[in-house]
């Protein structure tokens, strides 16, 4: 039968064809990515998130070519079997729900590229930088929240990525070295208000000059990198009540997030001691009854 057809080999080896080319494939996968891999390691003028990027999106693309040399090599074996399992595979489907989401979101996360590893990422209550991404999880590193909210807790969170497909991503790493710091200052005892808000003015832009122009520059290249009509970055004082009735400063000001507590540590002091109240002292009562006379 096969002399007639004139077939230049038995189909019955196809399956040793098979095998012997998928061992080839993945030999030459692996020795390519460790090669990979070690040219990225000897670069070490590239930064450590820089790095990150570059390994994981190697190791990525090495597991998509596997996964795609192995559907070719073996594509007339899957078929056959498909089309005799097609019921098993329903079911299949319908036990790996959440593995085809998980799958799904590494898809929308790549065709959007809305965030990478080294980018700091928002999902939902997930705040924090992104050191790894593969098809089925994300791993974040925690941020901490208040005056923490971009200090790592040291923690580590791997994240599924079927959370993609129904959480929205705020992309923060726009605003990874300069950052609008808010906080409040509480002046107890209330100072009087006779130009109190020229001294708070002038105790800020004394603390914030030396960041000023660093700031508008930074302002002004997030800009264009992101297309968006970011605030001024000069600083804003507004007065409020809190809910006791005591006078509250809030400041706003847009630095350089490796200054945000320092400035903040030091115009709180500064105002604190500026406008300083001292405390009222009763004089010392005087006997004003009249002398007793011998």
């Not at 399956?15 to 990515?33: E, H």
């Not at 990422?121 to 901490?144: P, S």
């Amino acid at each position: 039968m096969f002399d007639r057809l004139n077939l230049p080999f038995d189909p019955a080896v196809l399956p040793q064809f098979d095998l012997f080319a998928s061992l080839l494939l993945l030999g030459t996968l692996w020795i390519a990515r460790k090669a990979v891999l070690r040219a990225i390691r000897a670069r070490s003028e590239l930064p450590v998130h820089e790095q990150r990027r570059l390994i994981a999106s190697s190791r990525n693309l090495f597991l998509f070519l596997t996964l795609v040399g192995l559907v070719l090599i073996w594509a007339p074996q899957l078929r056959t079997f498909a089309l005799s399992l097609t019921a098993v595979a329903v079911a299949i489907v319908v036990a790996t729900k959440e593995l085809i989401l998980c799958l799904s979101g590494a898809v929308l996360r790549a065709t959007t590229r809305a965030f990478s590893v080294g980018d700091w990422i928002e999902v939902g209550e997930i705040r924090g930088e992104v050191t790894d991404h593969t098809l089925l999880a994300t791993t974040v590193q925690e941020f901490g929240a208040g005056a923490h909210a971009h200090m790592p807790t040291g923690r580590t969170i791997v994240m599924p990525n079927s959370m993609l497909l129904v959480t929205p991503v705020r992309n923060q790493t726009a605003l990874r070295e300069h950052a609008y710091h808010h906080f409040a200052v509480t002046l107890e005892p209330m100072p009087s208000l006779e130009g109190l808000r020229e001294k708070v003015a002038g105790i800020v832009q004394e603390r914030y000059e030396p960041f000023r122009e660093r700031a508008a520059r930074a302002n002004a290249v997030i800009e264009r990198r992101t297309h968006a009509d970011l605030p001024d970055p000069a600083p804003t004082i507004r007065f409020r009540t809190t809910d006791l009735g005591k006078l509250r400063a809030e400041i706003t000001l847009f630095c350089p997030l490796s200054a945000a507590e320092q400035l903040e540590s030091e115009i709180t002091w500064h105002l604190l001691t500026t406008l300083h109240v001292p405390a009222q002292t009763t004089p010392p009562e005087t006997d004003s009854s009249p002398s007793e006379t011998a």
